[in-house]
């Protein structure tokens, strides 16, 4: 099928959309609001309450926002993000789990590129651009994380992470995260892509994410412990 057909395929599956909300409640509406925007309506979001105490005012905050398609999960006695993803995708019923981080947001159409070539991947993800702490200064940026577009089966993965975390849609019986560090996401993607599945990286921009003091990758260093990660694979940067 070329690319062209695969654009043109009417699919219709649904999605669960996980969000992990720990610190960021700020952000949740803009996240929330970039959700319902979707031009593709086959989803339901799960929003993960977790490291707080019981019935909390995050929770309650994250509460306003339920309704037929969005549910809130208090979790109190879930601590960190990979353990709450994990307990997350227990309540999960659809084929398909998207992650989206509470401060990121998505472009209408991100599920609606991604849809065709869920027929022919495991794994598909989008190009993304940063955008530095404010919402209304989304279209002024073209700085992009220089990740592989296309068919990226073959790609060294110990090149870079070349998933990014809120564009990635994957099939839910592959998906369970591991402890590491602020780099889940990279261990789940090497893992997969040493099984042999396939991953796709939509070429346009579909996922915009913040740069700001407290986004955990960019305060914590977590970059410091992908090279530890990949020595765990038996892989070497590259």
């Known amino acids: ?31 929330l609001n970039s959700v319902r925007a979707q031009t593709y309506k086959e989803w339901r ?39 709450a993803l994990n307990k997350m995708l227990e309540f999960c019923t659809h084929p398909w789990i998207a992650l989206l981080d509470v401060d990121d947001v998505w472009c209408p159409t991100k599920l609606a590129s991604q849809m065709p070539f869920t027929q022919r991947y495991d794994v598909v993800g989008t190009a993304c651009r940063y955008f530095r702490d404010v919402l209304a200064n989304i279209h002024n940026t073209n700085d992009s994380p220089p990740i592989p577009l296309g068919d990226i089966t073959k790609y060294d993965f110990a090149y870079c992470n070349p998933i990014i975390n809120s564009s990635s849609l994957t099939k839910r019986e592959l998906c369970g995260w591991r402890q590491y560090r602020g780099v889940e996401d990279y261990d789940l993607w090497i893992r997969l892509w040493k099984k042999g599945c396939k991953f796709y990286n939509v070429g346009t921009c579909e996922v915009y994410h913040r740069l700001h003091d407290a986004s955990a990758f960019n305060s914590k260093g977590n970059h410091s412990y992908v090279p530890a990660l990949l020595q765990s694979h038996g892989l070497r940067q590259t």
């Open 1 to 31: 099928m070329t690319y062209r057909q695969l654009s043109m395929a009417k699919i219709y599956i649904m999605i669960d959309i996980l969000i992990p909300l720990y610190n960021g409640a700020e952000f949740l509406d803009e996240c």
């Open 45 to 83: 979001v799960l929003i993960g309450v977790n490291g707080h105490p019981a019935e909390s005012e995050v929770y309650r905050q994250a509460m306003r926002n339920e309704c037929h398609n969005i549910r809130v999960l208090d979790m109190p006695n879930v601590k960190g993000k990979v353990e």
